[in-house]
Every structure is written in structure tokens, then in C-alpha cells.
């Protein structure tokens, strides 16, 4: 019994197009994408707070001028990741390396007067003192729908800290005495990631906009060559939303005329005006490198979809010319390719002679031809071994 041929052999030979290697998958291009925003959300010369005299009619008293402001600064370091095969973008963000940082600030000056027995008097301004704290969260960004850091949060409420402690003398030896102001601060922030805007002009005007945390959407590149690299601008929008409240806390004790006055227990919110909008990043532009054309399919020869390496025959439109063969005799009697002599008409090798046996569309499969000399030996076999 002939060796059968392996099922691989016989499929590529009958069909040879369905065991030709599958394209390699276009390799996913991947560009930095690491939006930064830094807002003054209130400056300091666009906010005031005066406490104006206090306690009320009192005989020592204190007045507080403050100047107040913060900014903030987020980071979002990331990627954005190109699909060559689906032609489709989405994001990702670096693991515990986003940032909200809020910097707030005060500028403070103050004024002492007291009216005891008669003696009267008033100081200059004190300052201005300066304080500043920030307060700030980590997180994963880009903190978009999905994102179970989403939202981030700052609720905080830092210690006291005592900025402000200078001594008081009257130009009078009757009075003397200290002031300290301490200061905290109780901040609320809020952020959350809107979306990511992606954005090309080549090889068409197009806009994607990823509204959820991994998403991939939908971005044509073209069939090429050009635009290459694919270039994309990526504009992240996002919410945040502040609170901020600092607090003073003066001390001011002070012996006038050998009496003992003190202003304390006292806390003096201020409130600087909350926050409570979008904020659109600067865009980013992110540069996908096309992959290389896939290899050359070594059942067709082809490295394209263009056909470049068709075969002189199927360009020329004329079938291969192996030498001329009559099919017949002078007389009529049919030639035997395979017994002509070399030099003689139809006289080729063997391989020659097959190739000359039929024209090219008439050709059979190898696969067929295998399988009928496997045929013939075994009837071969056959008639020599009769049953036993």
C-alpha cells in the first residue's frame, strides 16, 4: 500500500490558499500622552478679607487683613495606544502616578489698638506675615468613567501651625505684649476625568472621543502609505470642584497701665471663593509609526495587494515556451514524448515532456498526479500477488 501523503501536504496542494500564513497582526503603536494643568484658581490680589475691630467695644482689640488665593496642578502620565488592525485608539494610565496638588496661600497684616483708663492708642501694620500649605492626592489616571479611583477625593483638615508670633511695644513704657496667630486650613476637592478627545486631520478631519476608562475607539488611518506617522492630538477634559476655608486662631495678650487684657478662643474663618467648572487640558500630539508591510506570502510570492511579482507569462499574456512539439507523426501515428531522443522534436526531458503534455490551464494538481501513480502501483501490486 502507497505511504499516505500528510493531511498538511494535501491540503495546501488542493487548496492553497487556506494554510497560507495569516497576516502577522499589525503591531500596536504606543505614544506618550501625560496631560499637565496648572490654574491659578484665585490669586492673591483678587481676594480680600478684613475682619474689621474685634470683640465689639472691647478695650484691646484686634483687626486682621488677609489676602487669600490657591492654585492647583494635575498630572496624568500615560499612553495613548494605537490598534493598526482594527484602526482604533484608546488610553491608558500609569498606575498610581497621577497627581492633585492644591497650593493655597495668605498673606496677612494686622492692627492692635487699645483704649484703657484714657490711654489710647493705635500700631502700625504688622506684616505681612505669609502662609502656605498644599494639600494633595494621588491616584491612576485618567480617572474616566470606570476607573474605580474615580472620583478623587481630597477631604482634609491640616494641623495648626503657628506663622504668625511678634512682640508688641507701644511707644509707651505703660503697655507690652505678644501676638501669635496660628492658621489651618479645610480643604474639599473633587476630580473626575470627562473624557479624551482624539483628534486628525490626515487623512481626513475626524474627531473620537473616549467617554470611559480602557475604551477603544474608532479612528481611521487610511490605506497608506501615507499619512505616516499617524498623528493624533489628544486633549483630556475634566471636572474639579474646590472648597477651601482657612482658619485663624490669634492670641494677643497684652498688660496695660499693670492691667492684664487678652484676646484668645477666637477662630476667624475664611472662605475663599470655591471652584466648580471643566478644565480642557492642553492637547498632546501622539505620533503612531505605521508597521511594516507584512512578508511575502511564500504560496504566491506575492508581498502585497498589488501583485507586484506576477510572472512574465501573466504579463505578457503568452504561455510558457518550452521548445515546439508536434502532436503527431508525418504519417498520422502519434508521437511518444517520453521515447523521442534528445535533440529530436518533442525530444525533451521528462520533466519537459509533462510540462509539454498539456497547455497551462489543463495542467493537473501534483497532488492528483501523486495520487494516481500511487493508484497504478497498487493494481500493479495486485495482479503480482494473487490472493492468498
Known sequence: MPPRLPLALTLAVLFPGLLAAAPARGEEAVSPFAPVHEQMLVGLDDFTFDSDWFPMD?????????????????????????????????????????????????????????????????SDILGPYDYAVIAEDGFTPYLLPGNPERPVNIDDETDPVTFVSVPVTPDIIVAAGNLDIDAYVIVAATLVGDAIEAATTAPMAQLATVVAEGESVSLLAGQG????????????????????????????????????????????????????????????????????????????????SHGNSSSDSDTSGEPPTTGEVNDTEPDGATTNISDSAPGEAGGADESAGCECAATHEQRSPPLLALLLIGLATRRSRARRDPPR
Open 225 to 304: 502609505p501615507l499619512p505616516d506617522p499617524l498623528e493624533v492630538d489628544g486633549t483630556l477634559v475634566c471636572g474639579l470642584t474646590t472648597d477651601i476655608t482657612i482658619v485663624l486662631k490669634p492670641t494677643l495678650v497684652m498688660e496695660i497701665l499693670g492691667q492684664k487684657f487678652e484676646i484668645a478662643d477666637i477662630e476667624i474663618p475664611i472662605d475663599l471663593p470655591p471652584f466648580a467648572d471643566a478644565i480642557r487640558f492642553a492637547p498632546i500630539t501622539m505620533s503612531f509609526p505605521r508597521p511594516p508591510p507584512p512578508p511575502p506570502d511564500p504560496t504566491t510570492g506575492d508581498g502585497d
Open 58 to 122: 472691647a478695650p484691646l482689640q484686634l483687626r486682621l487683613i488677609a489676602h487669600g488665593g490657591n492654585s492647583v496642578q494635575i498630572d496624568m502620565p500615560g499612553a495613548g495606544r494605537y490598534d493598526w488592525d482594527n484602526e482604533s485608539i484608546d488610553f491608558v494610565g500609569d498606575p498610581d502616578a497621577g497627581r492633585l496638588g492644591l497650593d493655597i496661600g495668605l498673606t496677612l497684616d494686622a492692627k492692635i489698638r487699645f483704649d484703657v483708663l484714657g490711654l489710647q492708642w493705635e
